[in-house]
């Protein structure tokens, strides 16, 4: 079973705050994606990245694939109560046998206070 | 319709009772997943569909689940002798082909919250 472990688990900040966020695996991805889900609601794809290395920016929010696609991070600038919300992470593991399933984490609960 | 929806939002049902779960994907989209979210966890995968065929349907816990896509569009899950620890949100996602080319990217309807009393 290949795992993806987020950290940390609960994030509390003040607005304007800058924070970074961690998905780690022992496993290789083809692919990684982050959601951000709010309650009630199902997740919602901010971005996927796919090659070792790469970095991609979706306005505040700064998005890192590790350079083995075993790890990811969310590095988000000047947070707003906006971005509160649980940020998934979600793994392709490619197995090649045609399944493509995703395998997520646990979640980073994030709280940014006014 | 332009997202993915999911019938009923609640369903609340008595232990051994037997619940239906509806998922409409998004038009044109030929690959459906099925997850479950428990209190605290995220996503974990039930099963896949491309087309009419699950293609993948390791993730399902034991054989009280079940899940068809007659016609290659709306999927039923179906959850027989319903036991507490089935309780959780049910999540459905549709993406365009499942395959590698579009990075599989899958999109969520909103979940149906089950509750077994």
Not at chain 2, 94 to 103: E, I, K, P, T
Request: overall charge neutral; hydrophobic content about 30%; some cysteine.
């Amino acid at each position: 079973t290949q795992l993806l472990e987020q950290s940390p688990q609960f994030l509390s900040i003040q607005e304007g705050e800058n924070l970074t966020v961690y998905c780690n695996s022992s496993s290789v991805f083809s692919s990684l994606q982050w959601y951000r889900q709010e309650p009630g609601e199902g997740p919602v794809l901010l971005v996927t990245v796919v090659t070792g290395g790469e970095v991609k920016k979706l306005k505040r929010l700064t998005f890192q694939f590790g350079d083995a696609r075993k790890d990811s991070s969310l590095h988000i600038t000047a947070a707003q109560p906006g971005d509160t919300g649980l940020y998934l992470c979600a793994g392709d593991p490619y197995s090649g046998a045609g399944s493509y399933q995703l395998t997520f984490g646990k979640g980073t609960k994030l709280s940014v206070i006014p | 319709g332009a997202g993915v929806s999911q019938t009923p939002s609640n369903k609340v049902t008595e232990k051994g009772k037997y619940v239906e779960l509806r998922c409409d994907p998004i038009s044109g989209h030929t690959a459906l997943y099925w997850y479950r979210q428990s209190l605290g966890q995220g996503p974990e995968f039930l099963i896949y569909f491309q087309g009419t065929g699950a293609a993948d349907d390791s993730g399902l816990p034991n054989d009280r689940f079940f899940a068809v896509r007659p016609e290659g569009s709306v999927s039923t899950l179906k959850i027989q002798r319903t036991e507490r620890g089935d309780s959780a949100v049910y999540l459905c996602a549709s993406s365009l082909m499942g395959g590698r080319n579009a990075y599989n990217e899958q999109f969520f309807g909103p979940g149906t919250r089950l509750t077994v009393l």
